[in-house]
């Protein structure tokens, strides 16, 4: 038994940040149905490059494994008697659309209580169900230039740059799934299912956090630091090794005391110019002047021998490729395969939600409509007949 069994979720999704969100309730046992809507091929990221082949690729395949797949067209009457059908035998509605686009479906608790009063109707939009740019279209890099992301990542002096990865979508996928467990849990305790309005825009102002607090309360403007550095904290960022670059993160005062023996320099915290953190940040460029002498005499690999087992916290900075090899990753089983009829073994990335024993099994991502006949016959116990119908009719496209 895997802790989401009892689950089931209808997914209007596509792309990145719903398929993200609830691919980890997949993992987690949740049986999720895609619909995809037959008029446009399904799922956009079954199209996405480079690797893709048929129906499928490589992108759609990292998002929607674990899930079951059904071609359904809710804009058309025998369509949308089928996608209540569904409602009235699951959870939860999760969708990634534009803000309007749930209302205008009528996919909102007032919608579908008369089918289901427990149903949870969970949207993750890029701005919300209300504001002046509810109805625009919202992606990842459009949310982190508009949150002040990029303001803050770079080098100073730079051009505006985002995160390496859509970390707006991926963490907005996250907040729409836990939004959509408190809906479910307070729908079984209650009896009354509810909304859930999940915003891009929301997620990607809330993880400013800390510097947002000291611009609302004291006025004071966070800005790029180089090296990415940590805007209050010394040392803490990136530092040259002989051969590389390594992670310095001294978070406390006694870090900062351990670094300075082990690199040699035990008269460092003495220093009244680096004796505490407000001191270090006063004389930030001093202060990394005398590391990068230090810390340039030796390799990457000579100071992860010595800092880790001086309790310094550190680590190398690696290129994806080590980042994969790093014993590590083995031993937290980060790396799951899966077999693919048209790609052969699948290697990605596993979920980071550990509930219980580690899930050992996976499905692949489904093909367009694969699971059809699971939904309509063994789900909603549909015989031969009505299906027929309900295919003439353009239920299925």
Same mark, same amino acid.
């Given at each position: 038994?895997?802790? /989401?069994?009892?689950?089931?979720?209808?997914?209007?999704?596509?792309?990145g *940040?719903?398929?993200? %969100?609830?691919?980890?309730?997949?993992?987690?046992g949740?049986?999720?149905?895609?619909i995809?809507?037959?008029?446009?091929g399904g799922?956009v990221?079954?199209? !996405?490059?480079?690797?893709?082949e048929?129906?499928t690729?490589l992108f759609f395949?990292?998002?929607?494994r $674990?899930?079951?797949?059904?071609?359904?067209?809710i804009?058309s009457?025998?369509g949308?008697?089928?996608?209540?059908d @569904?409602?009235r035998?699951?959870?939860a509605?999760f969708?990634?659309?534009?803000g309007?686009v749930? =209302?205008? @479906?009528? /996919?909102?608790y007032?919608d579908?209580?008369?089918l289901n009063p427990?149903?949870?109707?969970?949207?993750v939009s890029?701005? %919300?169900?209300?504001? &002046?740019r509810r109805d625009n &279209?919202?992606?990842?890099y459009?949310?982190q %230039?508009?949150?002040?992301?990029?303001s803050?990542? =770079?080098?100073?002096g730079g051009p505006p740059t985002?995160?390496?990865?859509?970390?707006v979508?991926f963490?907005? =996928?996250?907040v729409?799934?836990l939004?959509?467990?408190?809906?479910v849990h307070?729908a079984?305790?209650d009896?009354? #299912?509810t909304?859930c309005d999940?915003?891009?825009?929301d997620?990607?102002?809330?993880?400013?956090?800390y &510097?947002?607090?000291w611009?609302?309360t004291?006025?004071h403007?966070t800005? +790029?630091?180089? +090296?990415s550095?940590h &805007?209050?904290m010394v040392?803490?960022?990136n530092?040259p090794?002989?051969?590389g670059w390594i992670?310095?993160?001294?978070?406390?005062e006694k870090f900062?005391?351990?670094l300075c =023996?082990v690199i040699?320099r035990?008269?460092l915290?003495?220093?009244?110019?680096?004796?505490?953190?407000t001191?270090r940040?006063e004389?930030?460029a001093?202060c $990394?002047a005398e590391l990068?002498d230090a810390l340039?005499? +030796?390799t990457t690999?000579?100071w992860?021998? !010595?800092l880790?087992d001086? #309790?310094?916290?550190c %680590?190398?900075?690696l290129?994806?490729?080590q980042?994969f090899?790093?014993p590590h990753c083995?031993?937290?089983?980060? !790396?799951?395969e899966?077999?693919h009829?048209?790609?052969?073994?699948?290697?990605?990335?596993n979920?980071p939600?550990?509930?219980?024993p *580690?899930?050992?099994?996976?499905?692949r991502?489904?093909q367009p409509?694969?699971d059809?006949?699971?939904v309509?016959r063994?789900? @909603?116990?549909?015989?031969a007949?009505?299906?027929?119908?309900?295919s003439?009719?353009? *239920?299925f496209g």
């Amino acid at each position: 038994m895997q802790p /989401l069994d009892d689950l089931r979720i209808i997914a209007i999704e596509q792309f990145g *940040a719903g398929p993200f %969100g609830s691919v980890h309730l997949a993992d987690l046992g949740a049986e999720v149905i895609k619909i995809e809507d037959p008029s446009t091929g399904g799922d956009v990221g079954r199209t !996405v490059p480079p690797f893709v082949e048929g129906d499928t690729s490589l992108f759609f395949e990292t998002f929607n494994r $674990n899930k079951r797949s059904i071609s359904l067209d809710i804009s058309s009457p025998s369509g949308r008697k089928v996608f209540e059908d @569904l409602v009235r035998h699951s959870d939860a509605v999760f969708s990634n659309l534009r803000g309007d686009v749930p =209302g205008r @479906l009528k /996919l909102m608790y007032d919608d579908l209580k008369h089918l289901n009063p427990k149903i949870v109707c969970c949207s993750v939009s890029g701005f %919300g169900m209300t504001g &002046p740019r509810r109805d625009n &279209p919202g992606y990842d890099y459009i949310l982190q %230039g508009l949150a002040g992301w990029m303001s803050l990542t =770079g080098e100073p002096g730079g051009p505006p740059t985002k995160t390496g990865l859509s970390l707006v979508d991926f963490t907005g =996928g996250f907040v729409g799934a836990l939004a959509m467990l408190a809906g479910v849990h307070q729908a079984r305790r209650d009896g009354v #299912g509810t909304d859930c309005d999940v915003s891009l825009y929301d997620t990607a102002m809330s993880l400013l956090t800390y &510097p947002a607090t000291w611009y609302l309360t004291k006025g004071h403007v966070t800005t +790029r630091m180089a +090296r990415s550095s940590h &805007p209050s904290m010394v040392p803490f960022g990136n530092y040259p090794t002989r051969d590389g670059w390594i992670v310095l993160s001294c978070a406390k005062e006694k870090f900062w005391e351990r670094l300075c =023996g082990v690199i040699g320099r035990p008269d460092l915290p003495a220093d009244p110019r680096f004796v505490d953190f407000t001191a270090r940040r006063e004389n930030v460029a001093a202060c $990394n002047a005398e590391l990068d002498d230090a810390l340039r005499r +030796r390799t990457t690999a000579e100071w992860m021998d !010595v800092l880790p087992d001086a #309790g310094v916290p550190c %680590g190398p900075i690696l290129e994806l490729p080590q980042a994969f090899e790093d014993p590590h990753c083995e031993a937290r089983s980060m !790396v799951v395969e899966i077999e693919h009829p048209t790609f052969g073994t699948v290697r990605t990335v596993n979920s980071p939600v550990r509930v219980g024993p *580690a899930r050992t099994e996976h499905r692949r991502a489904p093909q367009p409509n694969e699971d059809a006949d699971h939904v309509l016959r063994h789900l @909603l116990g549909y015989d031969a007949a009505r299906i027929e119908t309900l295919s003439i009719e353009g *239920a299925f496209g």
